[in-house]
């Protein structure tokens, strides 16, 4: 039974073909000095097995876990590098056990053979090493799946809220690094026709409301998409918009990699069906969709890092993409159809 404040098992599996294939590598180097043993030639063998079998329940369980914990800021990269090299160690323990069964039916591990399988076997500690180091910082460094600090977070973002409603200046923040978050306040009508760039239909209206002591923006969405862009073009990303769609239909999206109307990137609000994708040169990639409760206020988020991408609402991953990598672009959101949308916040953060 899993305790209930663990979100996913991965913790669990992850540590056992680890050990089973460091032992794997310590009994071949046993071998090298007892090569007459043959109880320890289908140990080691039997250990490469179970460890390569193990992996693989391993790297399942962390692509699951992944889906399962809110992943931002600066261990974006993190979480997908850890991801890749994991790939990437399974495909060579794989690939090393099948040429193991292949010299030991033929009984091809004698002379210089075994020393070189050896140096071979510890190239792939070193790839389980690097994908634990990192699997490590996410925990220890950056506190993913840390239920603490997703409670600090979460208490964090409250009190920013409130603070928000003494605020006189309404304007963008924008910070040295070029991410950017926009808290709408007074005046936010202005403020988006001042400080933001306008393509497409730029002839809705815009005018700030106030619901619950929470200052917001209302946009009056036309038929024709409406792109709306700040700041300087980042790569890497962590975005996020507070949103109520009740008044609304029609289509929304947090957009990044953007080069113009026909060229971008997206998570988008489509009914109830969130999907992310790609436009390239006018043609709509769908990566892949899932279905969302769009009733009172939610936030979608989006990350990006390299060829990963991930689609949020209030934290729970719905999309989990992968796609080759855009050239660096602006950010932004985008609407179009009937009725009104609700704003309340607008981030897109750069991380390393």
Known sequence: MIPDWIPNIHPFIVHFPIALLVMAVL?????????????LE????????TGSLGLITAFLSGRHAVETVSVT???????TSHED?????????????????VTWWKQLEKGFVLPVL????????????????????????????????????????????????????????????????WRVGPDAGEILSEAFTLEGNTGF???????????????HAGEESSYILFGDVIRNLDGR???NTEEFEGEIALIHHYQDPSTYQYLRLSGSELSQGQFIDGSDNVLGAGQIDTSAWYTLRVTASGRHFYGYRNGQTIVHTHAGEMEPGK??????????????????LKVQ
């Open 42 to 49: 289908k140990a080691t063998l039997a250990l490469y097995a």
């Open 118 to 181: 050896v140096i071979f076997s510890l190239v792939g500690i070193g790839m389980l090493w690097q994908t634990g180091e990192l699997g490590a910082k996410l925990v220890y460094k950056h506190g993913v799946a840390v239920g603490e600090i997703d409670r600090m977070g979460q208490q964090i973002e409250e009190l920013e809220q409130r603070l928000a409603e003494y605020r006189e200046e309404a304007g963008p923040e924008i910070r040295d690094d070029g991410s950017w978050i």
């Open 85 to 101: 090299w994991a790939l990437y160690t399974l495909i060579y323990f794989l690939i090393f056990t099948g040429i193991r069964f």
């Open 331 to 348: 950010t932004g959101f985008m609407f179009s159809g009937s009725g009104v949308v609700k704003l309340r916040l607008v981030e897109f």
């Open 205 to 219: 209206m815009a005018d700030a409301g106030r619901s619950h002591g929470i200052h917001h923006l209302n946009l």
């Open 73 to 79: 800021g600066d261990a974006i990269p993190v979480v």
């Open 241 to 243: 918009i507070e949103l």
């Open 27 to 39: 009994f071949d180097a046993v071998r090298l000095i007892f090569k007459q043993q043959v109880w």
